[in-house]
């Protein structure tokens, strides 16, 4: 059991750096997102110099770079839930098969 945790721990470590080192070494880069492009999209059908959402942002990231590291982080977070979630489905379904009937 020690050994599957520290084998965890290592994984989420380097998820961590594969994560953290872009942002490091790469400055002042840009990653357009979807709603950049839907806002530009819209100011073109409309014919608006300005599109105006209806709605704000809950909490405005300092910088692009963040908003997809936070978002990347968020994805693989809900990868592994689910990861979770196969696995023990399959166990549990292992064990049924392999314990005497009742």
């Not at 020690?2 to 961590?16: D, E, P, Q, R, Y």
């Not at 100011?43 to 959402?53: A, D, N, R, T, W």
């Amino acid at each position: 059991m020690k050994g599957k945790v520290k084998t965890g721990i290592i994984l989420v470590l380097i998820c961590i750096l594969i994560a953290v080192i872009p942002l490091v070494l790469i400055k002042n880069s840009q990653f357009g997102g979807s709603d950049d492009a839907a806002s530009e999209t819209i100011s073109e059908i409309l014919g608006v110099e300005e599109y105006k959402p209806w709605a704000s942002p809950v909490y405005e990231p300092p910088g692009a770079e963040t908003e997809s590291l936070l978002f990347s982080l968020q994805a693989a977070l809900g990868a592994g839930i689910m990861g979770y979630g196969i696995g023990i489905l399959r166990e549990r379904t292992k064990n049924r098969k392999e314990s005497p009937a009742k």
